[in-house]
């Protein structure tokens, strides 16, 4: 995969898990109409948890490079620089309540590539124009996940605990704190209050109109 002369503006977004980049991304997409930018999520690339080897403890460990389909995500971020629409099927983290939808994104003058894993592959890292590492202090992305996990997909404290000291932190520290210093912006975010998400949101927005826009 290499830019074209027509390559969208790529901006490479990843963080901690409850480091707020969900409430990060959608406060940046709303400065932006539909044609204007695109977003692709390494998690809507999880390979299937029926095909994934077990634990002892039966707990799947999607924290690694291997738990995604990195050729499918890479093809998909081609399509999009070269012009195409692309589709895929929305992943529900294995939530049986909830019905997958079909994603669709567009391609579009400024493109969004949002993981965990996105500046550990080198063939994504290579496509990114400006680089934004969102970050928490440990014990608050916890009390984070904990409200997202067991409030929106229905695990259990146990597990969430147990995920967070053998998978979660583990796989933060070997795959994206090393490229913390190589990003071009640092975001601290340790606080719930939106005001400073939304001012720093308006600021890099506003930067980007002058760039692609």
Known sequence: MTPTTNAPYVIGIAGSSGSGKTFFLNCFLN??????????????????????????????????????????FSKNIAALFSGQTIYREEYTFNNQAL?????????????????LFIFY?????????????LHAEEDIALQRRLRRDLIERGYNEEDVRYKWVNHVMPAYRQYLLPFRDQCDRIIINNTD???????ITDEISAELRTKAL
């Open 31 to 72: 400065h932006f109409a539909p044609h204007e930018i695109a977003l692709i999520s390494q998690d809507d690339y999880y390979i299937p948890a029926h095909t994934k080897t077990q634990e002892e403890n039966k707990l799947y460990n999607f924290d690694l490079p291997t738990a995604i389909d990195r050729p499918a």
């Open 121 to 133: 592959y080198e063939e994504v890292n290579a496509l990114l124009n400006h680089r934004i590492f």
């Open 193 to 199: 209050d939106p005001a400073p998400i939304v001012a």
């Open 99 to 115: 019905k997958p939808k079909l994603l669709e994104t567009k391609p579009a003058p400024v493109l969004i590539i949002e993981g």
